[in-house]
């Protein structure tokens, strides 16, 4: 038998395969391909879910800015709205009989004589700020109309608010006369800062720039985290091909 | 230069079906698909199990594509898996009886030829069909598929010595066939 005859005669042989035969294999090897996207796919979804938290808990970790209810009130610009300005009930806390109800009847006549010399000087210090400008005293209330509208003391709080650096205890024990000297002097502070910028809001100004550094900080980490995602697609594209 | 360029287009296409494009898988798939099909015919008969066979080779191919180092050619490369595919689908069925090993000396006895150039191909097919699983499976690596006895036996797991035994009955015992069927030929 002459071998070389056969192989020949073998290797030149095609037999042509079922028209659905490619169909079959195209199948199977889709089925292959959507199974080992499957687990890269999970991965992805991972990925994106540890993004979306990261993104939402990290800034809120690193953010060590303490949200008071008065910046949240000042985030909305409200229309500015003449109130009438009320400065009865301070002229009234100021008067004797209000003193007597705060001092102790004991420490009465002890600082009797420092009261008296307390109270020629406050009456000074009073009499000039009586003197400035109530338009100046009208814009501090200005700053929270709604509040001066409620509160009759609003004033007060205004400025208390505006230069939280000269907060007044409201302690009963408090001599009244030093009170009303602490808060005199913390009105001519206003007073003079509202005076050399009339037109700059320094809390606004502090909060914006706050909002500024937190805003950049944020991009910072998203820019990071967009980043970490892009080299793990990049990777996942890679194992993809890898695979197939 | 037409070889070269030929060459260089399915490489380009081996790298493109590596990559999972279906359109180059299809082409090369279309290109080998006949001849691979003849290949696992020469080992299982029928032809849908020998078409599945091929399917499951040609799945082997493209899922494993990317290990092919462009070292030999593809061709010699996708029918080696299909052969091992075949032999496997032997192996599990258990359909390889291995016969007594012939000495050394009777194994250099050459068998006269007998011509069978006159006789159709798939009358010959026919006759290889016949053939013990075993048999046929040495026969077709050693005479068609041209594998060593080394190779052989290393593929199916047998000694040099078997696989050239196997061989040599295979030979003889086809070398009867084929004179039987010219008789009856004759008769006719």
């Known amino acids: 038998m002459k071998l070389n005859n056969i192989k020949d005669k073998f290797n030149d042989r095609e037999i042509q395969p079922g028209a659905d035969s490619w169909e079959k294999l195209s199948q199977r090897l889709d089925r292959t391909d959507a199974q080992s996207k499957k687990p890269i796919l999970l991965w992805l979804t991972a990925a994106a879910a540890v993004l979306v938290l990261g993104l939402t808990t990290v800034p809120s970790l690193f953010s060590h800015t303490d949200v008071t209810p008065l910046d949240r009130q000042m985030v909305i610009e409200t229309p500015e709205v003449e109130t009438p300005l009320r400065r009865e009930p301070y002229f009234e806390s100021n008067s004797p009989e209000s003193v007597k109800e705060t001092v102790p009847e004991v420490a009465r006549e002890k600082e009797a004589i420092a009261t008296v010399e307390n109270t020629t000087k406050a009456t000074q210090k009073t009499a000039e700020t009586k003197k400035a400008p109530i338009s100046s005293i009208q814009d501090i209330a200005l700053e929270q109309p709604e509040k001066a509208a409620v509160h009759p003391t609003t004033l007060q709080t205004g400025v208390a608010q505006a230069a939280p650096e000269v907060l007044v205890p409201t302690e009963p024990q408090t001599p009244f006369n030093e009170a009303n000297a602490l808060l005199d002097k913390a009105l001519k502070q206003v007073q003079g800062k509202e005076a050399m910028a009339t037109t700059i809001n320094p809390t606004k100004l502090l909060r914006e720039t706050e909002w500024d550094l937190e805003a950049q900080r944020h991009n910072r980490l998203e820019n990071t985290l967009l980043d970490g995602l892009g080299r793990l697609k990049r990777e996942a594209v890679a194992l993809i091909d890898r695979n197939q | ?188």
């Open chain 2, 1 to 188: 230069m037409k070889v070269i360029q030929l060459y260089t287009n399915e490489k380009k296409l081996i790298e493109k079906a590596a990559a999972g494009d279906r359109k180059a898988q299809r082409r090369l798939y279309d290109k080998h698909a006949g001849k691979m099909l003849s290949v696992c015919r020469q080992y299982i008969s029928p032809i849908e199990t020998a078409e599945e066979l091929m399917l499951n080779g040609f799945f082997k191919v493209f899922t494993k594509l990317d290990t092919f180092q462009h070292e030999g050619s593809f061709e010699g490369w996708v029918r080696r898996i299909m052969i091992r595919e075949c032999l496997n689908s032997l192996r599990k069925k258990d359909l390889f009886k291995w016969s007594q090993e012939i000495e050394e000396e009777r194994l250099e006895d050459e068998v006269p030829d007998e011509s069978e150039e006159d006789l159709p191909l798939h009358l010959i097919q026919e006759c290889i069909d016949r053939l013990p699983d075993g048999y046929k499976s040495v026969f077709v690596m050693f005479a068609i598929d041209g594998l060593k006895h080394r190779e052989i036996a290393t593929m199916l797991d047998i000694s040099e010595n078997t696989s050239k035994t196997q061989f040599r009955k295979a030979r003889l015992m086809l070398q009867e066939q084929l004179i039987e069927l010219k008789k009856k030929r004759h008769e006719a």
